[in-house]
């Protein structure tokens, strides 16, 4: 049976100011202790929340009687980003009236700095609605491709890391890292290449939990990537913010072999977030694009964020984003190579891939030889068409 703490005759004299509130709320805490789990997570959120938004540690008195506030990890991902998504998405569809698109789209580009100079379509009355505000194309001269380096930038945005993988491990930010295998999903057995990209073309529903297929005891995953002797694994990962230019292309010559979709949660991406939440890239929505170029594995990941729950592939009309339903730990899968077509997606350097609804995270993770090198700085802002790096 659940009981209440009281107070001892001792404890009474000690901050007389918070007697009586202390009293209460011990018999409100012993009362919460009672419930089950989740409707007691539901009746401690709101102080929660109070705890974290009041300035000067205003309920940290609280503490005094036991209660404990859940942490901000587990309190944002309890946030419902997924239906929020899904509600923005249907908002940007929505059709302006002429006279409400200057103030709106103007106040989107003050706010984040948006450069419209650069856009194939200056006019702000063009653009009927936010989501075509937000996929708007440029002008064909406002981002030259590099032709020198293997590697472009295939998006505008920041980097927020770069170099080697170690110990099949991948940093999201600067020491907060995330499981190579988790982030990608196993490969099928008897694969030769990874992902399955020599199979016939199939569609499943659901595959197995990201991790559960375990590799050969003497070789790792890392290494299962890797196909050409004396060749490294290599990873990117560039930020887009709400202002970037919110189309990505293809980063080099490459042939697209296969596609996974994992559903999963929406969190935000901003670095920020990215420091609290372990493995955050592998938690969120994401479309692994892997193939191989000419010095063997490549792979380009979109991953979805808050806002951004639809990823758009241009060449994969197969793909919807977000649904509604979804089975947490599940992913689709489905390949470009089929009898007909042997080769998969060729894709060249700079082409038009794929679009994000507002602003989210590019991942690439490649084999090269030992001698390739980034031409980077951690944190530094790219634009698409620059050089990443090159042998």
């Known amino acids: 049976m659940c009981q209440s703490n009281t107070l001892q005759g001792a404890d009474l004299h000690k901050g007389k100011w918070l007697q009586f509130p202390q009293l209460a709320l011990r018999r409100r805490l012993g009362q919460l202790s009672c419930m089950s789990g989740p409707a007691l997570k539901l009746r401690s959120w709101p102080l929660t929340i109070l705890y974290y938004l009041l300035p000067f540690g205003a309920l940290k008195p609280l503490s005094r009687v036991g209660w404990r506030p859940v942490s901000r990890v587990a309190l944002y991902k309890s946030v419902p980003t997924r239906l929020l998504s899904r509600a923005w998405g249907r908002l940007n569809q929505v059709e302006l009236p002429t006279w409400l698109r200057k103030p709106v789209y103007s106040l989107y580009i003050w706010t984040f700095g948006v450069n419209m100079k650069e ?53 999201q930010v600067k020491g907060v890292t995330y499981s190579l295998e988790s982030f990608l999903g196993p490969r099928t057995p008897g694969d030769e290449l990874p992902f399955g990209s020599q199979e016939p073309a199939r569609e499943a529903g659901q595959g197995e939990p990201a991790g559960a297929a375990q590799a050969p005891a003497h070789c790792s995953f890392q290494n299962q990537l890797v196909t050409k002797e004396g060749n490294e694994l290599y990873h990117c990962v560039i ?57 063997g594995f ?21 793909l919807h984003t977000n649904s509604p339903m979804y089975s947490k730990g599940s992913y689709n899968d489905f390949s470009y190579i089929s009898h007909s077509n042997k080769e ?31 031409h980077l700085k951690p944190g530094q802002k790219i634009r698409f068409g620059e050089a990443l790096g090159s042998l």
């Open 344 to 374: 998969g997606i060729p894709m060249r350097k700079g082409e038009h891939l794929g679009e994000f609804n507002l602003g989210s995270t590019i991942v690439l993770i490649f084999e090269a030889p030992k001698d390739f090198n980034f």
């Open 119 to 171: 856009a194939a379509v200056e006019d702000l009355d063009h653009y009927r609605n936010l989501s075509e505000f937000f996929s708007r194309k440029l002008k064909p001269q406002a981002r030259p491709v590099c032709g020198l380096h293997s590697v472009i930038s295939p998006s505008d945005g920041k980097i927020l890391n770069f170099g080697q993988v170690q110990n099949c491990e991948v940093e």
């Open 239 to 295: 930020y887009l913010a709400p202002g970037d230019y919110h189309c990505f292309h293809s980063p080099t010559d490459w042939r697209v072999a296969h596609r996974r979709h994992f559903p999963g949660s929406l969190m935000s991406v901003n670095p920020g977030i990215a420091r609290w939440i372990k493995e955050l890239f592998c938690h969120n929505e994401r479309v692994v694009l892997t193939g191989d170029w000419k010095h």
């Open 298 to 318: 490549f792979s380009l990941t979109a991953v979805g964020a808050t806002n951004v729950g639809s990823i758009r592939i241009y060449f994969d009309r197969e």
